[in-house]
């Protein structure tokens, strides 16, 4: 491909000065793993809302494939975030319905892009219960009766039950115990490369962005201060901001 999937030019959006972010641009290729980071407040939400079609950024353009997104209508953006995109929330139950059942809310998704047959939706949503590790008998099950690990691999599973092909992901390991983030990250970073999902992260845990992500973007006060090569910016940091993260970090 020659085209990247995602291109985001001078994007801007502030809700007063230094709160939000300014004049943000980069590429995302297929199969790339984008991590966001920077401390609270670096406008980092603002900025995933922005390119996710969930807040209508003040300037700039966002093209995902060859196609301005803000020149599309609503309904079709709308039905991107169903079909070709996901979007990952920190916490699960904001990505998933409480009053439907585990398989329901994998089969939801899959109905969205006109599958109509229930045996295979259900044989589906059994499936990708247990490619994320969830027993499949807890099928018929709410998921606001499962732990906090297992809703958030319901959510996941949720997301890829249409093959996306581009992933929002806010912190998606935040406020789970360090046990089960780890087995978490282990799940995403298989899967990731198993679909070749092309993914956009935003995370303040460098640990997690040097796990997942293959290019960093650098964010203070809602501008972009270095980006790179994950490992390039973590090992060898060149913006006085991104030093002190890594060391702070370190420190700990
Ligand atoms: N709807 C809003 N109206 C006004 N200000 C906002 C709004 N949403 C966020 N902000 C402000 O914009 C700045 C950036 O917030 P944002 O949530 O994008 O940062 P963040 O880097 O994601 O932080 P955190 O990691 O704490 O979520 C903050 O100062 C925040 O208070």
Same mark, same amino acid.
Request: hydrophobic letters at 40%; proline letters at 5%; glycine letters at 8%.
């Given at each position: 491909m020659t085209q990247p999937l995602l291109s985001v030019n001078h994007? =801007?959006?502030? #809700?007063a000065p230094g709160k939000?972010? $300014? +004049? /943000?641009?980069?590429?995302?290729w297929p199969g790339e793993v984008l991590g966001i980071v920077g401390e609270s407040g670096s406008g980092k939400t603002t900025l995933l809302n922005a390119i996710s079609a969930r807040l209508v950024p003040q300037q700039g353009?966002?093209?995902w494939q060859n196609r301005d997104l803000y020149a599309m209508s609503e309904a079709e953006r709308r039905r991107l975030l169903r079909t070709e995109w996901g979007v990952v929330h920190q916490h699960a139950m904001d990505g998933l319905r409480r009053q439907v059942s585990a398989g329901g809310n994998i089969g939801e998704r899959?109905?969205?892009?006109g599958a109509r047959h229930y045996g295979d939706i259900r044989a589906s949503a059994e499936?990708?219960? =247990?490619?994320?590790?969830?027993p499949p008998s807890r099928i018929d099950d709410l998921p606001t009766t499962f732990s906090g690990?297992?809703?958030?691999r319901l959510q996941i599973a949720r997301n890829l039950v249409t093959?996306?092909?581009?992933?929002?992901? %806010?912190?998606?390991?935040?406020?789970? +115990? /360090?046990?089960v983030q780890a087995r978490l990250l282990d799940l995403l970073r298989g899967l990731v490369v198993e679909m070749n999902l092309a993914v956009v992260m935003v995370t303040h845990d460098l640990g997690v962005a040097r796990l997942l992500a293959n290019r960093?973007? /650098?964010?203070?006060?809602?501008?972009?201060?270095? =980006?790179?090569?994950? %490992?390039?910016?973590? %090992? +060898?940091?060149?913006?006085? #901001?991104? $030093?002190l993260l890594v060391s702070s970090v370190l420190q700990n």
């Open positions: 994007l =801007s959006h502030l #809700y939000g972010f $300014q +004049d /943000v641009s980069f590429d995302l353009t966002i093209t899959l109905m969205a892009t499936q990708w219960l =247990s490619d994320v590790e969830i690990g297992m809703q958030q093959r996306p092909k581009l992933m929002f992901m %806010d912190e998606p390991t935040g406020g789970l +115990d /360090v046990s960093l973007l /650098v964010m203070k006060q809602g501008q972009v201060v270095e =980006s790179g090569l994950t %490992d390039r910016v973590l %090992d +060898d940091p060149h913006h006085p #901001y991104t $030093q």
